[in-house]
């Protein structure tokens, strides 16, 4: 079965800009999480979403936001976008349970100018 | 709060030699365990999970892991190295805290596998 599908791969924008980031998760998974890679932090925990709802939220300023719809789908944006988003952005499945594999997309290359 | 530290940012071996990546972590409650490899411009893959079934896991590519509780470790090992292993490593524990989420994992910063000929 397909895997976790993010869109797009890549994107330059300008400082001030904002973006919209969209996931495609795994059929039948739930549980979708947002994860922000840099060369500086590393790995970070944005926020997770299960069943339309937030369940959990990173050490992130309210810039960043997410949504999930209702056939899971989801989402993240990036308002007023400072050079410090430039970053690769995971999105990642899952089903529910804990201890389940927790199965990532290829992310989303963000730029900014 | 859970956290995973990673001994050692670079490891570098030789081509045929023995794997090992360190992975220690702090957890209040038993742990899920996971490590994922990332290669240039790809997403994370999965190598392997500890979720308390048994103490050595077998994952894909040859890799497998020891939990040892007494240690907090949960160390990455190969027999005999391939060119094809070199990538980033990351060593990940699951926040399953209060059994309400699915999705979040505590990253360790990565080890980057350099594979010699």
């Known amino acids: 079965k397909a895997g976790v599908t993010q869109t797009p791969r890549y994107l330059i924008k300008t400082r001030g800009q904002q973006v919209t980031l969209s996931c495609s998760p795994i059929s039948g998974h739930r549980s979708v999480s947002w994860y922000q890679q840099t060369p500086g932090q590393g790995l970070q925990f944005l926020f997770e979403y299960f069943s339309e709802t937030q369940r959990n939220k990173g050490n992130f300023p309210g810039r960043f936001s997410g949504r999930q719809f209702s056939n899971s789908r989801s989402e993240m944006n990036v308002s007023t976008l400072e050079l410090g988003d430039s970053a690769l952005y995971l999105c990642?499945?899952?089903?529910?349970?804990?201890?389940?594999?927790?199965?990532f997309g290829e992310g989303s290359w963000l730029t900014v100018v | 709060a859970q956290s995973v530290t990673q001994l050692g940012s670079h490891v570098s071996v030789s081509e045929g030699a023995l794997v090992l990546l360190r992975c220690n972590y702090s957890?209040?409650?038993?742990?899920?365990l996971f490590w994922y490899v990332q290669y240039p411009n790809q997403g994370l893959q999965l190598l392997l999970k500890y979720t308390s079934a048994a103490t050595l896991v077998k994952g894909i590519n040859g890799f497998e892991a020891e939990f040892k509780k007494s240690e907090t470790s949960f160390h990455l090992t190969k027999p005999s190295a391939h060119m094809s292993d070199a990538a980033e490593y990351f060593c990940?524990?699951?926040?399953?805290?209060?059994?309400?989420?699915?999705?979040?994992?505590?990253f360790g910063q990565g080890t980057i596998l350099t594979v010699h000929p």
């Open positions: 957890s209040s409650v038993p742990p899920y």
């Open positions: 990940a524990v699951s926040d399953s805290a209060g059994g309400t989420s699915y999705g979040k994992l505590t």
């Open positions: 990642a499945s899952s089903s529910q349970g804990l201890g389940n594999t927790i199965y």
